[in-house]
């Protein structure tokens, strides 16, 4: 099971890199190219959209404009995000990002990328 509840009455994930018991959550609609297949799994969710979880996305091309906040730490693979009228950035395994609400802009998945994410 990759959920469980700790003694602090948390809903953790251990070794969230190696999880395996990802739910198909079907084609990236942001995907600009070919089809990128989407999987991941809840750690949060309330009744406002904001979320928290693990998500796995295969490599391709995607274009993203963000109506919330999104926190952002990858556990593996690679992508390039480049903002709209920005310079590239290489963002790959151990680097955490933080995009504000507004943002727009593509992102370039070179292999398979697993993150961590909250949306708020």
């Not at 999987?39 to 404009?65: F, H, M, Q």
């Not at 709209?84 to 593509?106: A, K, L, Y």
Request: net charge negative; hydrophobic share 35%; glycine share 10%.
């Amino acid at each position: 099971m990759t959920q469980q509840t700790a003694s602090i009455s948390a809903t953790l994930i251990r070794d969230a890199k190696n999880v395996t018991e990802l739910d198909d959550w079907g084609p990236c609609p942001e995907a600009t190219g070919q089809q990128m297949d989407t999987r991941g799994v809840y750690l949060w969710k309330d009744e406002n959209g904001a979320e928290s979880g693990i998500w796995e996305c295969t490599e391709g091309p995607s274009r993203w404009v963000l109506e919330t906040n999104e926190f952002v730490h990858v556990l593996s693979g690679s992508m390039t995000i480049t903002p709209d009228g920005g310079e590239p950035e290489f963002v790959g395994p151990g680097n955490t990002v933080f995009i504000p609400r507004g943002w727009s802009g593509n992102w370039e998945l070179h292999e398979t990328l697993r993150k961590l994410y909250v949306i708020f």
